[in-house]
């Protein structure tokens, strides 16, 4: 497995201070984010998803704690639209040029807007998908947030 990936590629290029962590990915898992949380031995609030959606039919990204979910209505609020709707798997790879289970907020191939779940802020340090299935990147998630170029807002249901 790769360390470099267009994510840890550009969070290198923004001159953040990340550490890798390469994991057993089990592709049967029903959380992703749960799963890589327990075979790092670490907190899933502390382990971000990334997930793609749309508002208003235009693409977003939303980070949130792996043990939580997102609530579209609070979504579509977060980006002045009326309505959201979580991307179909092949929409958000196209979008992203990851495959699902590997999707990062950094160095997607197409630049959406992006929102990181306010709560996950708070933390120290926080764990996130670094482009590939089985990485994932340790860092502080306002070099996180900057990083993704992205806003913080209250999205959780």
Partial sequence: MSK??????????????????????NPDADRIGIQAAE??????SIVLKTLMAEVDGKAVCVVVPSDREVSMKKLAT?????????MKPPAAEKVTGFVVGGISPFGQKKKVPTVFEIEAMAHDAVFMNGGQ????????PEDARKA???FAASVIA
Avoid at 39 to 44: F, H, K, L, N, R
């Fill in 148 to 150: 993704a170029d992205a």
């Fill in 78 to 86: 977060a980006f002045k639209g009326k309505s959201a709707n979580m």
């Fill in 4 to 25: 470099s990936t267009r994510a840890t590629l550009a969070l290198s290029a923004a001159k953040v201070d990340f550490e890798v962590l390469i994991y057993d990915y």
């Fill in 39 to 44: 075979a790092i031995g670490v907190s899933p």
């Fill in 133 to 140: 299935r089985g990485l994932q990147v340790r860092l502080s």
